[in-house]
Structures are given as C-alpha cells and as structure tokens.
C-alpha cells in the first residue's frame, strides 16, 4: 500500500513537468492553430540557461530559495524572448502559407535547437547545480514527499491558475480568445493580431523555461536532446486533455506522468515511453477531442 | 527526427568514404582510433584517447615503430553505436589504417567490430567487457577482463565481504554491458545461495528512476547492484537516497568518471564498483604512469585512460615482434601476447582474444574513490 501511495506521489511530481510543458503547447496551438514541435526545445534551452546562469552568478553551492527564484524568473525570460524571436523570424513570415509549411518550419526550428545546442553547449550531460536542499516533509509516514517535488507541484498549479485567469479574465485574454476564434474578424475589431500571437508564443515559451529550470531542480542533469521525449509525451499530453484547453492539459500532464510511473513500477521500464501514445489512441478513440476538449465543427 | 537525419549524413559519408582514397606517407604506420569524444559517455572516449595519445607520443620519442612514426587518426562516435560503424568504416576505407583501437563501450564495439573482421585489420578495444565483443571474430581483441569475471566477482565480494543475503538489480535495458553483467550477477549470487529480490530495468537517457526505486524499497535488499554508466549512475544514487535506500550500491567498470562523484555528490559514499586498475595502487608502472599523466594532462587518469595507453602498448608491442603491418601477421602477433606489463596489470592474450587480468573493488568514500580490495582472475 505504501509503495503504491509513493508511486503515485512519484507520479504526479514527474506530471506536473509535462503539465508545465504541455500548457506551453495548449496557449500557441490555442491561438494559433499551430503545433510548436520546438517547444520541447525551448524548455531545454530554459534549463541551460538557469545552468549557465548559476555557474556564472553564484558561488559554487551555492543552495538558497531566492537564488532559485531569481534562475527561474531569469530562464523563464530568456525563454519569453526565444520564443518571441522564433515567432518573429520563422512563423511570421509564413502567416498566409498552408498549415503544412508551418508545421514543418517547426520541426526546423526543433532540429535547429537541439543539433545548435549540441554546438553551443556541447552533447555531453551536465550536472544542474543543487539550489534548494532536498529534504524529506514527511518523515517517518513511509512515504517520501520531497520539498522540490512540493515545489514543482505548487509552480505548475499556479502556472496554471495564473494562465486561466489571464485567459479567461482579462482583456488581453479577451484578444488572445478573439484572435483564436476568428483572426479575420479579431483585426476588423481593431485588435492587433500580430502582437497577439507574439503574446501568446512568448507566455508558452516562458512555461517551457519554467519547466526547465524546475527539471533541473528536480533531475538534476540536463543535455541538449534532454527536451525531445519530454516534448513529444507533453504534446500527447496537451492532446489528450483536449488541446487549446488550460486545465486539460494539466490533467493530461499529470495523467501522463502518473501512467508511466505505474507502468514502470508494476510492469516494466520498456513500455515507458510506448505508454503515452498507448493512452492517446485510448483517448481519441473514445473522446476525439480530449478528455476536456469541446468538440468542436473544424472548417476544413 | 534528430537520429534519422545523423543516419541519413552517416550514410552519404560512409558513400564518400569508400571512393575517397588518401595515400598515407611511406614513412609512418597509420592506426585508427574511434572513441565517444561526445555524447552520453563523453568522458569515457576521452580518457581513453588521452591513454592513446601518450601512448603514440611516447612510442615516436622513442623512435617510432619499424623504423617509421606512428600516427593515430581519430574518429568521434558521439556515443552512438551506429556512429561507430560509419566511424570505423571512415577509418578502414578512407585512411586505410593498419589496425584500429576502440571503444570502450560494448555496444559500439560491436557495432564496428564485423567490419574490421570483414577487413581483415585487428582491432583492439580498451574496455568493452562484453564477451560478445571478441566473439565476433580472429580479429578482434581486447586488453580487459570480461563481465563474466566482473560481474562473479562484485557477487562474490556482495556475498563475502558485504555478507549480502538479498540483492537487487537495477539494469539498463538497452545495453548490452549492463544487461550481461547483471546476468553474471545474477547467476553468481544465487549460487552463493543469495537471493535476487528483484530485478528491474530503465534505459539510458532517463532521468526519473523514482518508480522502479520504489519497487526495490519495497522489497528491501541488503544491496543494489547498479551496471550502468556513470551518467545514470549519479542521478539513481541521489534518488535512492530520497527514497530512503540506504543501502550499498555496487556496480562496474561503467561508474568509472569523475561524473559519478559529481552528479551523485554525497548519495554514491559507501558505493563500491569494480574496475581495471586504482589510482592509489602502489604498483610502480602504474604510479610512473599516473605521474606522466598527470604532468600533460594535469588530472589523475582513470581506468579508461589506462587501458587506452595498454591498448596502443599492446598493439605497438605485436607490431615490433611481427616486424610488418600486414593484417594477419600483425594479428597473429597480438594473438600470442603474453606477460606484457602494462599499467593495469600483465596482459595475456588467451585463445578467446580476452586479456586474462586481475579486478580491483574500489569504494567511494567521502567523495573520493578509493582502492578496496584486489581480485586475481
């Protein structure tokens, strides 16, 4: 009982990272229809950032809960400005083209990242430095809940919370809904669509970041392919809670951690990653938008 | 997407390579060398190209090989087996080399070891201690013990000296070294009359270990036996210890960087693993050896870099006695190598092309690795 009560502990500590990456997808595929292949990149490129920041800012360590903070806010900003840029010089450009061409400029950009940062960081794994001591909340009960595994939990939830709320809530939200139900009509409104989208690609890569450094924190060894498998299986995730919706790729995300865990715990470690996409077909068959999604008349 | 298009680029340049063909000079002997400079096990290529290169410096100080220079060509795998092969076909193919040294990595051994066999160049690997690696032909050999012997022994030394009744064993399922130890380990520990209270795996590149953690917690072993490389190696001990293992992890040759110190920090102390040689070993080769290294590269060698040196002193040494570099003599001499002091102990060449050779068991302790005990074969 007590190993299934920590596998599930285990399971939603490593969910709330898909779910930070897979909200990232959610915002830009909400707004724009599009499926960001290169978010899984952005959130590597957020942790080398902290990486790189740490190693250059503090004393060898060095373990204190503002430096983290102050990584976190760092990453999640370089991240907001990569994705403005790639937004800016690789999709804007092809905002008339089909669909397709965009999609592939994706995977471009994804493969640009990850074989870049091969270059630019160098292939071989590098230790994330520790900022924030791990300790035990919950001795003695048998079952281990960490303070970082508490903390990337609290982080993703009021991600989210915070992400609905300006969605839902506030008139940039209003434009970012707009935009995402009709482009055409949200500019004969006066709204710039343009800005919106920037918007929208700058919140999610800055997710991504978050996710980065929050990984690093919590696995602490980060390389430049690190955000590929994590991408893909938060993509599925995003999928599965029904994309473009907020609190469904949460769910998704969590889902996704907490199956794989089990199955590795219960069954075995090969099926870890064949189980995401087991879970997708699952879904899709029996709910085509989501568990969370509104079906809804696509115009083909 | 990333691994399709990096075999796309291997195909077209093993296509170059085969019609691209560079005269070598008449005055120097060209051997080849493929090793992970990059990648997943960077440091393991790296040490064992350090061993390589002071190894072919010393032998050009000292006048060379047959009266002509000695000159390694070296080739990155990035870590990967399928790199290896276009690697080593670059090697045979482009720069025509008389024999080849590498990997240290099971899996990429024998992903490049047929080809030298098809060759009919001799190949010799430093540290892959799988016995499939020499089993695939005449041609391929190697300076280190076997998992056989490595896994019996870390068995023997969980049973004997750490009185283990019950072990666990966390593998890496996708590598060929990891899963062959953890089988000797296996077999050995029952037979001493232990008992493996699990058995359960993960793949290289993970990085959450919690799950199959937890399963192993829930059986509580009196060891963890751990055959996997020194980049999961540090994240499994640090994980473990939040889960409250407090037991001992063992392991091999594969935990042999200074990465497993680094990323396990104070959750590897009172870790054992075995390996190829110890730096605080008393024998004189190896502190002559560990001195010159140690003014070129200003760091204390590892085990990889050692047999990278042993491997390129074997190689010359069977050269010097066939007096030529045509592959089946040369192959021929190595075959028959016997008694040659190297850095790791005496090297001898048995009829599988395995080196027979003692194990030493090292322990970290206090962040340091320290010498335990030695094993003669």
Same mark, same amino acid.
């Given at each position: 009982?007590?190993?299934?009560?920590?596998?599930?502990?285990?399971?939603?500590?490593?969910?709330?990272?898909?779910?930070?990456?897979?909200?990232?997808?959610?915002?830009?595929?909400?707004?724009?229809?599009?499926?960001?292949?290169?978010?899984?990149?952005?959130?590597?490129?957020?942790?080398?950032?902290?990486?790189?920041?740490?190693?250059?800012?503090?004393?060898?360590?060095?373990?204190?809960?503002?430096?983290?903070?102050?990584?976190?806010?760092?990453?999640?900003?370089?991240?907001?400005?990569?994705?403005?840029?790639?937004?800016?010089?690789?999709?804007?450009?092809?905002?008339?083209?089909?669909?397709?061409?965009?999609?592939?400029?994706?995977?471009?950009?994804?493969?640009?990242?990850?074989?870049?940062?091969?270059?630019?960081?160098?292939?071989?794994?590098?230790?994330?430095?520790?900022?924030?001591?791990?300790?035990?909340?919950?001795?003695?009960?048998?079952?281990?809940?960490?303070?970082?595994?508490?903390?990337?939990?609290?982080?993703?939830?009021?991600?989210?919370?915070?992400?609905?709320?300006?969605?839902?809530?506030?008139?940039?939200?209003?434009?970012?809904?707009?935009?995402?139900?009709?482009?055409?009509?949200?500019?004969?409104?006066?709204?710039?669509?343009?800005?919106?989208?920037?918007?929208?690609?700058?919140?999610?890569?800055?997710?991504?970041?978050?996710?980065?450094?929050?990984?690093?924190?919590?696995?602490?060894?980060?390389?430049?392919?690190?955000?590929?498998?994590?991408?893909?299986?938060?993509?599925?995730?995003?999928?599965?809670?029904?994309?473009?919706?907020?609190?469904?790729?949460?769910?998704?995300?969590?889902?996704?951690?907490?199956?794989?865990?089990?199955?590795?715990?219960?069954?075995?470690?090969?099926?870890?990653?064949?189980?995401?996409?087991?879970?997708?077909?699952?879904?899709?068959?029996?709910?085509?938008?989501?568990?969370?999604?509104?079906?809804?008349?696509?115009?083909? | 997407?990333?691994?399709?298009?990096?075999?796309?680029?291997?195909?077209?340049?093993?296509?170059?390579?085969?019609?691209?063909?560079?005269?070598?000079?008449?005055?120097?002997?060209?051997?080849?060398?493929?090793?992970?400079?990059?990648?997943?096990?960077?440091?393991?290529?790296?040490?064992?190209?350090?061993?390589?290169?002071?190894?072919?410096?010393?032998?050009?100080?000292?006048?060379?090989?047959?009266?002509?220079?000695?000159?390694?060509?070296?080739?990155?795998?990035?870590?990967?087996?399928?790199?290896?092969?276009?690697?080593?076909?670059?090697?045979?193919?482009?720069?025509?080399?008389?024999?080849?040294?590498?990997?240290?990595?099971?899996?990429?051994?024998?992903?490049?070891?047929?080809?030298?066999?098809?060759?009919?160049?001799?190949?010799?690997?430093?540290?892959?201690?799988?016995?499939?690696?020499?089993?695939?032909?005449?041609?391929?050999?190697?300076?280190?013990?076997?998992?056989?012997?490595?896994?019996?022994?870390?068995?023997?030394?969980?049973?004997?000296?750490?009185?283990?009744?019950?072990?666990?064993?966390?593998?890496?399922?996708?590598?060929?070294?990891?899963?062959?130890?953890?089988?000797?380990?296996?077999?050995?520990?029952?037979?001493?009359?232990?008992?493996?209270?699990? /058995?359960?795996?993960?793949?290289? +590149?993970?990085? =959450?270990? &919690?799950?199959?953690?937890?399963? !192993?917690?829930?059986? *509580?072993?009196?060891?963890?036996?751990?055959?996997?490389?020194?980049?999961?190696?540090?994240?499994?001990?640090?994980?473990?210890?939040?889960?409250?293992?407090?037991?001992?992890?063992?392991?091999?040759?594969?935990?042999?960087?200074?990465?497993?110190?680094?990323?396990?920090?104070?959750?590897?102390?009172?870790?054992?693993?075995?390996?190829?040689?110890?730096?605080?070993?008393?024998?004189?080769?190896?502190?002559?050896?560990?001195?010159?290294?140690?003014?070129?590269?200003?760091?204390?060698?590892?085990?990889?870099?050692?047999?990278?040196?042993?491997?390129?002193?074997?190689?010359? /040494?069977?050269?010097?006695?066939? +007096?030529?570099? =045509?592959? &089946?003599?040369?192959?021929?001499? !190595?075959?028959?190598? *016997?008694?040659?002091?190297?850095?790791?102990?005496?090297?001898?060449?048995?009829?599988?092309?395995?080196?027979?050779?003692?194990?030493?068991?090292?322990?970290?302790?206090?962040?340091?690795?320290?010498?335990?005990?030695?094993?003669?074969?």
């Amino acid at each position: 009982m007590n190993d299934l009560l920590q596998q599930i502990v285990n399971g939603i500590a490593w969910g709330s990272l898909y779910a930070l990456i897979a909200l990232g997808y959610t915002m830009v595929y909400g707004v724009l229809r599009l499926i960001n292949f290169a978010h899984g990149d952005v959130y590597m490129i957020g942790a080398m950032v902290a990486y790189y920041a740490a190693r250059a800012l503090l004393a060898p360590g060095t373990s204190s809960a503002g430096a983290f903070f102050a990584l976190l806010v760092l990453s999640m900003v370089s991240c907001g400005a990569l994705g403005f840029l790639i937004e800016r010089l690789a999709y804007r450009p092809l905002r008339g083209a089909p669909k397709l061409t965009a999609l592939i400029t994706a995977i471009g950009v994804s493969l640009l990242l990850e074989n870049g940062g091969q270059l630019v960081f160098g292939p071989d794994p590098k230790f994330f430095p520790q900022l924030l001591e791990t300790r035990e909340l919950s001795p003695g009960s048998g079952i281990v809940v960490t303070n970082v595994q508490l903390l990337v939990l609290c982080v993703s939830l009021t991600l989210m919370v915070g992400l609905q709320f300006l969605v839902f809530r506030t008139r940039v939200g209003a434009a970012l809904r707009a935009v995402s139900y009709s482009a055409e009509a949200a500019s004969l409104m006066g709204i710039d669509v343009d800005r919106v989208i920037s918007l929208a690609f700058v919140l999610g890569s800055m997710l991504a970041g978050a996710a980065g450094v929050l990984v690093g924190l919590s696995n602490p060894k980060i390389e430049p392919l690190m955000g590929i498998m994590p991408g893909l299986k938060a993509f599925v995730a995003a999928v599965v809670g029904g994309i473009g919706n907020i609190p469904g790729a949460m769910a998704g995300g969590i889902l996704m951690g907490l199956s794989e865990v089990l199955v590795v715990g219960y069954i075995s470690s090969t099926y870890r990653d064949a189980i995401a996409f087991v879970i997708l077909i699952v879904v899709l068959l029996v709910r085509p938008s989501g568990l969370f999604g509104a079906s809804l008349q696509e115009k083909v | 997407m990333a691994r399709r298009l990096s075999l796309l680029a291997a195909a077209l340049l093993s296509c170059l390579s085969v019609g691209a063909c560079k005269q070598n000079a008449a005055d120097e002997i060209v051997i080849g060398e493929f090793a992970s400079l990059t990648g997943g096990t960077a440091t393991f290529g790296r040490s064992s190209d350090a061993g390589v290169q002071l190894a072919v410096n010393e032998i050009n100080a000292a006048g060379g090989l047959l009266g002509k220079k000695l000159r390694v060509v070296v080739e990155d795998d990035q870590s990967k087996p399928e790199e290896a092969r276009t690697a080593v076909l670059k090697l045979l193919k482009q720069d025509e080399v008389v024999a080849v040294l590498g990997e240290v990595a099971s899996s990429r051994s024998l992903a490049a070891a047929p080809e030298c066999q098809r060759a009919g160049v001799p190949m010799i690997s430093p540290a892959s201690t799988n016995p499939k690696v020499t089993a695939v032909g005449e041609y391929v050999f190697r300076v280190c013990f076997i998992d056989p012997f490595q896994g019996s022994t870390m068995a023997k030394f969980a049973a004997d000296s750490l009185h283990a009744k019950s072990a666990a064993i966390l593998r890496d399922i996708k590598n060929d070294y990891s899963v062959g130890l953890a089988d000797f380990f296996r077999d050995e520990f029952s037979h001493r009359g232990g008992k493996i209270v699990t /058995d359960v795996s993960y793949s290289e +590149g993970d990085i =959450d270990f &919690k799950a199959q953690l937890t399963t !192993i917690r829930g059986v *509580k072993p009196d060891v963890v036996f751990v055959p996997g490389y020194y980049t999961e190696v540090g994240l499994i001990a640090r994980q473990a210890r939040e889960l409250g293992i407090s037991v001992p992890l063992l392991g091999g040759d594969g935990w042999d960087s200074p990465r497993t110190v680094e990323i396990g920090g104070n959750a590897v102390n009172g870790c054992y693993f075995s390996n190829h040689y110890a730096a605080d070993d008393p024998n004189p080769v190896a502190q002559q050896f560990i001195q010159k290294f140690r003014a070129k590269y200003s760091e204390v060698p590892d085990a990889m870099a050692v047999l990278g040196y042993d491997a390129t002193g074997v190689l010359a /040494d069977a050269i010097k006695r066939a +007096g030529t570099t =045509d592959g &089946k003599k040369l192959r021929d001499a !190595i075959a028959v190598t *016997k008694d040659y002091a190297g850095v790791s102990g005496k090297i001898t060449i048995d009829e599988q092309r395995n080196a027979r050779k003692s194990i030493v068991v090292l322990k970290i302790d206090g962040g340091k690795v320290k010498f335990f005990q030695k094993v003669e074969p």
